[in-house]
Nanobody
Framework: QVQLVESGGGSVQAGGSLRLSCAAP????????MGWFRQAPGQEREGVAA???????TYADSVKGRFTISKDNRYNTLYLQMNSLKPEDNAMYYC?????????????????WGKGTLVTVSS
């Protein structure tokens, strides 16, 4: 089974930037569609952004224009560039992947999850 390892989380002031990474070495089939999800304390998990190997991307309205998802297919690594961070972006961010299917920003359509990386934005 593919293993996803996130990195890049940390603490930043509002207006700052962070870049998250998710490594998935070797398994290009089960990482055809990859996405970022987040969960803040006491809140439900929400989709942030997703992309597939054909270049399709989708974003949550709350991050459009601020976050950019990308994937380096040479190394099978997913990125999330987060700019203009806000306190409401505080959350644990999870990387997820699935085999070739419709790439939807819906958690239950993903079958492999990383352990998460924490993003803290202070006002």
């Amino acid at each position: 089974q593919v293993q996803l390892v996130e990195s890049g989380g940390g603490s930043v002031q509002a207006g700052g930037s962070l870049r998250l990474s998710c490594a998935a070495p070797g398994d290009t089939y089960n990482t055809y569609c990859m996405g970022w999800f987040r969960q803040a304390p006491g809140q439900e998990r929400e989709g942030v952004a997703a992309t597939d190997n054909d270049g399709f991307t989708t974003y949550a309205d709350s991050v459009k224009g601020r976050f950019t998802i990308s994937k380096d297919n040479r190394y099978n690594t997913l990125y999330l560039q987060m700019n203009s961070l806000k306190p409401e972006d505080n959350a644990m961010y999870y990387c997820a992947s699935t085999a070739p299917v419709l790439c939807l920003l819906v958690g239950r359509t993903f079958d492999t999850w990383g352990k998460g990386t924490l993003v803290t934005v202070s006002s």
